[in-house]
């Protein structure tokens, strides 16, 4: 699947000053950048690289003496996405689980798993397997928790969202990934451009470690699951941050857009389709 | 410089669990582990591995049907420690610090910098260096939160104890991390032993990446920086956890020692070294 | 209804300090005190007062040069409950509430009703009567938070306890008053003696005011309505302390009872009768 | 000293609802209402009393069927400040402090002084005299804290100001009376107008209990501690606050005013006047 994904991105520079950016499309084995073009104006030095321990690509950016800075990404992608049948899917225990999957079980910064684990249980320990637990998590968030744009800040943590109920897509993915932790499952962020997104925008879920394979969901139900271009993946907002500043920047626009390539044709998940099938964004492991 | 460290650790197990153990101690350029013996009772499975993006070296195990489980691990290691002139060690803005240390610039579960951060620079922003800043904050710290045993738990985070006062090593060095992460100096947790530690215990201290290394600091002033074993390395004790318990497993003892061996000879730091000169356990990068 | 209430507290002084105590049985209408000896040994000086605004009894203690104090409150109640069919009790709209029952909509300490707003009204909005909402509450507290002794402290509040479904009496309270308030109904907390409470200790539940009486409910379900002897009331703990301290004093043993006089027969009431039936401590207002 | 104040308040209502409002000008021994006007319009049903335990004024009014409402208060008010010399103010502990103004020793909703003891402690424990030590936290916050119109929420309490040092002056008062509680300094909150308050608005600052009177102080120092109009007082803005909504109504205007009357003459503190003298805005107990 070929999606254009473009983002532009404004800033006033108030004193010189250092950006870390991180709006550009990862490259792995199921996500391949076919052509991309990053423009800085006024163009000032910048530096591409990948975030230690992770495929996330950074931009690192000079301000230098800039009073406004003018971003522009954009971006052919090639996606491709996996199904799998729900019934395929084997519950591991963490005694078996993947070592890479293990960093993803501890509690981080916006997902405090450490202190949900009695309300998880309660809700959710009654479920066999890992993939019924963050199926009725997501189906508890999406009922419980109401999207309200503006209702939160950068502050905001899943310990407030639980209680709160209200939030915006990183709010949503932060309060899953906290539950799916709490119940030993792992889970991380994920931050990406979204085909038909409304309104436009960069776009947060989450992918839990089941079965072997890190499945994706999303418990804004906003996005197509099969319809994400994979930006960046961390353990929450705080590793997968679209721009980090240092320095006193402050951000005057976004625009995001993300759409088919013209000859690329869409099928949506169907609903019932999508509840026999589980979706993965990265080359499944069939060892 | 020979430590022999050991501990030992008991556990009652009410149902089969799997526990996860990062006592070892970690072996690089810096530090060889010349020999070691592990040991569980009774003798249930693990596995030994690194950790994800990391050097820690994780045991794995699960209990099956033990109803106690006893673990001893007991070590011969050499450490080498590293002193740099204060003088010579220079200050590197963001956008040239090494990539490998970036991650340490964002906040986690247990230092959150982002809400630190008018009070770091409030406190400690008029001072030039970040070397300098480090040591105020360590004086600060120091000055102002009191090494009490029992008053905080696995919950409290940088946030409480920057107001509330008390603590113990873990307390302390989190919020010694988030107020350097606020100044966006890169800082990490260290979990190790600690040679002549009152009383014997696991230690937790913190290094801050200056001028290209990694030094090490502590703001409980109870170890010799000299005088450290490294077990693990993380964001701060979600990521370094002595043990991460996946089931229903009480710990009910546990005894750590840190020896120096016989034919060596330790050399503290003195007050008047330790006011010009930085300590590194690392390989020092002196490219 | 004639009860033997007994206290016993020991304090370990550090330096002379002041101790205000709230462990008196309240005197009012449907209350009264029929005999009562409160001793202090070593005999300190000491003062007998009601709080402002409020008819909690206070003593007022110095401890003077004493290393050691030994207080014991002895006193025969007589306690009057009414019962009101449900059927009865009027749906009151806060602009008709009572003006005396107004401060008890805010929030306070430990209930921050403001903070649970929307997730009150989720769980509760959709029943019709307040009465239906409280007793809902009630409920759902009793099935989704533990009693766990030891599993909280003196900082714990409503918004800890709705996410970690853990606590002791006094948890209970303050998570039922938060809800009751973030549903525009005042609550206030009780603290009492209560018998046959198991174990003895003293005990805290809640009183809401509905159709123009004060009723009382207990969320962890563990005291007879019927069976309370009134100490203090208040917004919550902070008001209805039984000790607070200024100085340095420990408490060092704490034993509470609470009988029923020989003569005297208890009825409790029926679960049944509960069902269509609410309780009241105060002199009911039938205007 | 005669004032002319008033206050304007538009609000959007969604459907019936009640509003509590507590603009009133306080009626005292120190502060008489000379003449007032109260509007509603359109104009629906309200009524006014005396909130219990205190002599704020609330008007209690149903929105009805309209959509929009206007709410105007004058009022011409004649306010008596005393001075009193700093050297005259007695020390007096707790044990001697006036009963009614103990409830102000214990933590609130927004202050919660019982968690900031220790560092109150360690920055003013030093001080002697209560009266230093309410002067010391008023230069404290002065100097650490920044006034920033938006840098909080009406959820932001004592404990965060203390951290994340900006608030606007509900904040500066809160966190001034959780320090002086933590001292065993009885400490309330005061709302009111302010002369010459730039730019013009409801004000907040505090009243602490020492000598036998309430002193009043302003942490934010940006009114004149003898040109207040006292609103109302509380334990925190929970107790005081301007407006309380139950149904579903947006502020959509708010103006406030406070002018000297044409034939009065204000003479505001000169700073040297103020160092040595207090001021009470309420009679002072000369007993």
Known sequence: ?????????????????????????QRSASQSVVEERFTVNPPV???????????????????????????SYEALVDCQFHLLPVKTI????????????????????????????????????????????????VDWIHENVEYVRGSTSSDTSAYDTVTQRTGVCRDFAHLAIALCRALN??????????????????????ECHIGGSWLVFDATRLAHLNGLVRIGTGRD??????????????????????????????????????KSTAVSLEAINTA
């Open 90 to 137: 084997n519950a591991v225990p963490v005694a078996e689980l993947d070592r890479a999957a293990l960093p993803y079980l501890f509690p981080s910064r916006y997902c405090q798993s450490d202190r949900l684990g009695r309300l998880a249980w309660d809700l959710f320990g009654d479920l066999d397997h890992p993939y019924e637990k963050v199926r009725a998590i």
């Open 1 to 25: 699947m070929l999606f254009r994904v473009t983002s532009q991105l404004e800033y006033d520079v108030r004193f010189p000053s250092t950006l870390m950016l991180n709006i550009h499309a």
């Open 185 to 206: 499952i792992p889970a991380r962020y994920f931050a990406g451009y979204a085909y038909q997104l409304e309104p436009a925008d960069f776009h947060a879920c989450f």
């Open 237 to 274: 907002a705080a590793d997968a941050s679209l721009a980090s500043i240092f320095g006193s920047v402050q951000g005057t626009k976004i625009q995001v857009d993300c759409q088919l390539e013209p000859d690329q044709k869409f099928i949506p998940l169907s609903a019932k389709r999508a």
């Open 45 to 71: 030095a910048f530096e591409e690289f990948l975030s230690q321990g992770s495929d996330n690509r950074f931009i690192r950016l000079k301000t230098g003496k800039a009073k406004r800075l003018s971003i």
